[in-house]
């Protein structure tokens, strides 16, 4: 077991007997890393206690230097909601597994059964766009764990939120794979007529069989290409996301699945290759030999093949769709299909110009 630190913030401390840069103790690294911690204490350290079945170890995971990152190259959004933590639907693949860690709880079954919802998410946004320095920009939401995953038949937080980016007139740019989006439709309807809202739907696969078992709580693929229609014929722009996609699993699939898209009348798509951060290798390696282990040592050379022999980059630029002989393939065959179809001939632009500041608490409103 493992805990972050605020390592950076302090010089390390280095015993005169050591040459620089040598490894330090455990004591040691403690000492620096609890000095303002410590403060009043004896102490200098707190090492687990020998008859603990855990042990923590201090170290710095790269969070207490994210200040010091550039905004990421590579997604179009600066600023996004998530309405729940951890997600049913129970995608073998989810990129945001590993966020439960941080939570004390794993990445594996926990992330699909121990959820955590935050309904005061439609006043607290409410809250935020009255600030007087705030400047709007489409809102992403889906970004993380799905927001019509199945709890949010109950919680409707989701409903909440637009209703709130209506009667602001906020944009905002969705991303989910379940059929429960097409609810909303009235909101994202009247919404999509001042261009203030599109959706992406994800999908997958087309094999129900696959589906089942590697998205085992999401709508079926023919239930999100029926969503895609109704969002379609009521005027919303929406976007197929060919995602993940998985060599020798569901690459063979990317132009039947365009095509049944352009069929329900997406003008938009993407694709994303598979993301293995963190716990996700481990879990997908332990989903593949389970179910597919004659393809197991297949899958991953390829994963390897396209990062740079790695089974996961996390390279700006270069993590959405990897390198090499294959991924540039898989681009290809991409960018060939859609200019068959006439899918992204056009993308569609949301606006900010309709934006309403809603008045803060201590506010009065405006008379005229």
Same mark, same amino acid.
């Given at each position: &077991? ?17 040459p ?27 090492? %687990? ?13 790269g ?13 179009? /959004? ?11 639907? !129970?995608?073998?693949?989810c ?27 439609p ?14 920009? &489409? *809102? ?19 409903? !909440?939120? +637009? ?6 007139a ?41 589906a089942? %078992? &590697?998205?085992?709580?999401? %709508? ?7 969503a ?22 569901n690459?063979?699939? *990317?132009?039947? *699945? +365009? ?5 329900a !009348?997406?003008r938009?798509?993407s694709y994303?290759?598979?993301? +293995?951060? +963190? ?14 282990p ?6 991953f ?12 980059? %996390? ?8 390198? !090499? ?6 681009g ?35 008379? /005229?």
């Open positions: &077991m493992s805990r972050a630190s605020n390592a950076l913030k302090h010089p390390p401390v280095t015993a005169p007997s050591e620089a840069g040598a490894p330090l103790p455990f004591e040691q690294i403690e000492a620096a890393i609890g000095r303002q911690r410590r403060r009043g204490r004896g102490a200098q350290s707190n090492a %687990s206690g020998r008859f603990e079945a855990e042990a923590r170890v201090a170290f710095d995971d969070w207490q230097s994210l200040e010091e990152l550039p905004p990421f190259p590579d997604i179009g /959004f600066d600023r996004s909601i998530n309405p729940y933590r951890g997600c049913e639907h !129970g995608c073998v693949y990129f945001a597994r590993p966020t439960h860690a941080y939570l004390g709880l794993s990445p594996g079954l926990d992330f699909e059964t121990k959820l955590f919802a935050k309904p005061d998410a006043q607290l946004l409410e809250k935020e766009l009255a600030a007087a320095g705030y400047e709007p920009r &489409m *809102i992403a939401i889906g970004t993380n764990t799905d927001p019509y995953q199945p709890i949010e038949r109950d919680r409707k937080i989701m409903r !909440g939120i +637009l209703e709130v980016l209506e009667k602001t906020h944009p905002v740019g969705i991303v989910t794979k379940s059929a429960l989006v097409t609810r909303d439709i009235d909101i994202l309807a009247r919404m999509a007529k001042r261009n203030l809202a599109k959706v992406a739907v994800s999908v997958t696969t087309l094999d129900a069989k696959l089942r %078992s &590697m998205e085992p709580r999401a %709508s079926t693929p023919s239930k999100r290409l029926e895609l229609k109704q969002l379609s014929d009521a005027g919303i722009p929406t976007t197929v996301m060919v995602a993940p996609v998985i060599p020798a699993l690459d063979s699939e *990317i132009e039947r *699945i +365009l095509d049944a898209a352009a069929h !009348g997406v938009e798509a994303v290759l598979l993301r +293995l951060p +963190l716990e996700v290798r481990d879990l997908f390696r332990e989903w593949l030999m389970a179910n597919y004659d393809r197991y040592r297949h899958v050379t390829l994963i390897r093949d396209m990062r740079d022999g790695r089974d996961y980059d %996390s390279q700006w630029g270069t993590r959405m769709k990897g390198t !090499g002989p294959m991924a540039w393939m898989i290809r065959r991409f960018e060939i299909a859609c200019e068959k179809l006439g899918l992204n001939k056009r993308r569609a632009k949301l606006t900010t110009d309709h934006f309403a500041r809603p008045p803060r608490s201590n506010e009065q409103f405006n008379l /005229f």
